[in-house]
Structure formats: structure tokens, C-alpha cells
């Protein structure tokens, strides 16, 4: 069993975030990260959301004990596991009706990076190159590119 507190260093140390970066991002003082990553506080529930998503886990992982590893149990976000899986892949995304982002619209893209519910893009466009954080709930569908052989 392991503790909320530590689960959270644990996540945060292998990411290579300071308490202090964690706190900006979480708009929370580095003391109270401290805090509660030693358990002598617990953070409150309207930022475990926040939290799973700053540190790439679910909720379930930080809140229950029978989760001992990100996507441990059937219950895991599956969405945050394929999107984890295609950083640095070339894909195609196509977006929700009145979410469509014109830049990418039928370009292929290359996933830069992944974080809870963005994700960061990069593409060669008639414009020239481009590199965006999209929302990932904008996103309806994405096919990955064949890789070059």
C-alpha cells in the first residue's frame, strides 16, 4: 500500500519537477506540496483532478490503494495510455464539429508531448512550421502515418 503523499513525489521525482514547479502549476505554495507529499496533509479533492493530470496517472492510482502502478487495474483512462504510446509518432487527427483546428486540418502531425488533457503538436503546413498545444477533448479521432522505412 502506498501512500497519496508518496505517490505524488514518487510521479513528480520521475517527471524531474520541483516541488516549487509542482506548486506553480497546482497555484499552491511549495510548502503545502511538502506537505502533503510528507502526509501531514492530504490536498483537496477539487485538485487531485489537476493533480493526476499534472503527473500523467489517474485518480483512481493516486486514491486508491489496490493501484500500485499508473494503469494498473481495467479501470485505468485508456485514452491517457494511447495518447502516452504515440508521443513522437506522426499521425492524422481529425477534430469534434466547430472544435477543427484549420492548421492541421488533413496534415500529418507529429506528437510532441502528452499532459493529462493537452497534448503538443508540431507540422510542416503550407504556412510553414507550426507547433500547438491542442486541447485533447477537441480531438474525435486520430490514425497514425505510416513510419518511412
Not at 510532441?112 to 507547433?131: L, N, P, Q, R, Y
Not at 474525435?140 to 513510419?147: F, I, N, Q, V
Request: aromatic residues 6%; hydrophobic residues 40%; glycine residues 8%.
Amino acid at each position: 500500500m502506498q501512500a497519496l503523499g508518496t505517490k505524488i513525489a514518487a510521479k513528480r521525482k520521475d517527471l524531474g519537477m520541483t516541488q516549487s514547479e509542482f506548486a506553480d502549476r497546482l497555484s499552491v505554495t511549495r510548502q503545502t506540496v511538502g506537505r502533503w507529499e510528507t502526509g501531514a496533509a492530504v490536498p483537496d479533492i477539487d485538485k487531485i483532478s489537476d493533480i493526476a493530470d499534472i503527473l500523467g496517472v489517474s485518480c483512481d492510482y493516486l486514491l486508491k490503494d489496490d493501484h500500485t502502478e499508473e494503469g494498473g487495474t481495467a479501470s485505468a483512462n485508456p485514452v491517457s495510455r494511447l495518447l502516452q504510446d504515440a508521443v513522437g509518432r506522426k499521425v492524422k487527427l481529425s477534430f469534434f464539429d466547430g472544435e477543427a483546428d484549420i492548421d492541421l486540418y488533413d496534415t500529418v502531425c507529429t506528437i510532441e508531448a502528452f499532459e493529462g488533457s493537452w497534448m503538443k503538436v508540431s507540422a510542416e503546413t503550407k504556412k510553414g512550421a507550426v507547433e500547438k498545444l491542442i486541447p485533447v477533448s477537441s480531438i474525435l479521432s486520430l490514425a497514425y502515418e505510416e513510419e518511412d522505412a
